[in-house]
């Protein structure tokens, strides 16, 4: 997938312009404010989904503006498509290739990119909700039944917990508890499939990539971290079964706290450099790259379940990496098109076969 022009108007402090990005690396570059993360979002929201920065769509329209509309011309599926946001009275409105659409699912299968920002290194930084989020939502691109799959785990989940309350006080309650046990490993084994399927596949990827970024010093792994003994190599009913005789472990302290202790709601992922935890031992510019490398990884998968590679959107990644990976990002991941901010004069000279652009208050150049 190819950005061949992107044209904005009224978009954030952008002046109203068409930029030509080239095939491979585009570097945006210029001091802070300036406009190089409003470039990028701009590119984003043509795959459809909300701004990465959790911004809403109407803060996007240029200040005292009324509307913002963003235009793109892309390759894509061997052919030079288009499609046109306007953003106008509280309403999107979608075209792709001149005819108006509904929804803007029909930009997501139009159109992919993989975005890393600096937010994105709480993934290693923070707790593992996080990791479960990063994992859940991978998941869902490659599996539509998934997400009612976690939904229908949750309710299960809350109706279990409510149950574990009333039984503190009513005892006679504890048969229908294994009832909703029995529906909740059911589903929870599932997820856990899901989630071991979806680790290997990424894993392979971001040791590939954090070995190039690394120049082969650092052995990126990751594993999955269930609160049951499941294995990656077990069966679903393997696993419902681990899951299952851990739950009737944990069912007296489950009742005394009136929560559910065991199950992936509670699961983490481990991410280590060398053997060592990223979160508690990794260096800042080990912990971008290793975020990096999942989110290389990622566009990798996505490439192979679509056929066609995601544009790359990096945001502020320079900073923090050696002139070595600098240079790794910049010039050895070249079969992507690849947009990446920075506002360092040294790391835009690093780059050997690309574009640069330059933007002072909203001007592109
Ligand atoms: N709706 C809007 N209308 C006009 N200007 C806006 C709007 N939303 C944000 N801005 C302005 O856009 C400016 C540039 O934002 P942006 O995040 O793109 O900067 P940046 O070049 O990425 O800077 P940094 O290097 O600090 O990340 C900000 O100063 C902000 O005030
Ligand atoms: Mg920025």
Partial sequence: MIVKSLSFENFRNLKNNTVYPCENVNVIYGENAQGKTNLLEAIWLFCGGHSFRSSKENEMIGFEKEFFKLKMEFFSEEREQNARILYYQNKKS??????????????????????????????????????????DAAVCQQKIRYASLLSKYQQILNQRNALLKDISRHRELLDVLSIWDDSLCAAGAEILRKRFDYIQQIREKAKEFHLGISFEKEALDMAYLPTCDAKEEDSTEQTREKLRSAMEKSREEDIRFGNTSVGPHRDDID??????????????GQQRSAVLSLKLAEAALLSERRGERPVILLDDVLS????????????????????????EESSKEQLKNGKIFYVENGEIQ
Wanted: glycine residues 2%.
């Fill in 94 to 135: 979608i075209k792709i290739n001149e005819v108006e659409k509904n929804s803007s699912a029909y930009l997501t299968e139009k159109f992919s990119c993989v975005v890393f920002s600096p937010e994105h290194l709480t993934l290693i930084k923070r707790g593992p909700q996080i990791r479960r989020r990063f994992i």
């Fill in 271 to 284: 991410i280590t450099i060398n053997d060592l935890s990223c979160r508690r031992f990794a260096s800042q």
């Fill in 320 to 343: 923090e990496l050696d002139a070595k990976r600098q240079d790794f990002l910049l010039n050895k991941v070249c079969d992507y098109q690849v947009f990446v901010t920075c506002c």
